[in-house]
């Protein structure tokens, strides 16, 4: 493989395909520095050599012993990333960034927030999962709440992980799946909506207020603007390393 700079080489270890549109990625061969709840870039060299990257949270918990990677991808066929993406196979070489950045991480949240709400649209919900399964570093808060939206029933991923993950947290861990284009057992609508109605802390048994509640938000641009009206309504506002605060987001594009 060629060499880019910023960029490490590394192989395609196992793949899970979601559904047509939707999968994962894990990597082996990267060594990465990361927290849990951060975000690298993978790349692929297009026809001409030129590398195009795009970043990707990191769905696993930081782990000592192995260099495994982890990415929730949804192809995009308008994309220049995505379509080669999903066409990699075990076996397949990639590039991953040198560096990991993001917000989303453990060491933010207030030692004084009681509630943690935990708000992802679509493959959003992978640095909430890597944060929840950190050993290190686990949130220590009395309620979180993991809210994943989606559009179809099928789009709510690593059922295997979150039914564990709910066992380990031995009650202080509810999960909130929400639905907005089909007819299912859960919540149905969307995010800001289901905030305003009361909707969603009737379903978490948790409410949210200014003096206990943190929240982080990770998905599509177009929700987290949507969402954070509601949550100022409600007496929170972004928090800021200076003064502090209650909402801290990752845009996804």
Not at 32 to 53: E, H, R, V
Not at 149 to 158: E, G, N, S
Not at 184 to 200: A, C, D, F, T, W
Request: charged share 20%; hydrophobic share 40%.
């Amino acid at each position: 493989m060629l060499n880019y700079p910023g960029f490490q080489s590394a192989t395609v270890a196992q793949r899970t395909d979601w559904t047509s549109e939707l999968f994962s990625l894990r990597i082996s061969g990267a060594k990465l520095d990361f927290k849990a709840g951060q975000f690298t870039k993978l790349a692929l060299p297009d026809t001409s050599g030129q590398l195009i990257s795009r970043a990707y949270s990191i769905v696993n918990a930081p782990m000592s012993t192995n260099d495994m990677l982890e990415f929730l991808v949804v192809a995009n066929t308008d994309g220049q990333l995505t379509p080669n993406l999903q066409q990699l196979a075990i076996g397949d070489s990639i590039y991953v960034g040198e560096r990991a950045n993001g917000d989303l991480t453990g060491d933010i949240v207030p030692k004084c927030a009681n509630d943690l709400w935990l708000l992802a649209t679509g493959t959003g919900i992978g640095p909430f999962l890597s944060l929840l399964d950190d050993i290190h570093l686990r949130p220590r808060c009395e309620n979180i709440v993991l809210v994943h939206a989606v559009r179809y029933q099928a789009d709510l991923v690593y059922q295997y992980l979150i039914k564990q993950l709910v066992a380990f947290y031995e009650g202080r861990l509810q999960y909130v799946p929400i639905v907005s284009r089909e007819e299912s057992p859960y919540l149905q609508g969307r995010i800001p909506e289901l905030l305003e109605n009361e909707q969603l802390f009737e379903q978490a048994g948790v409410t949210m207020t200014p003096e206990q509640s943190f929240v982080m938000l990770c998905g599509n641009p177009e929700m987290i603007k949507s969402t954070l009206a509601p949550l100022q309504a409600l007496g929170l506002e972004k928090y800021r390393a200076a003064s502090g605060g209650n909402i801290v987001y990752e845009r996804y594009w």
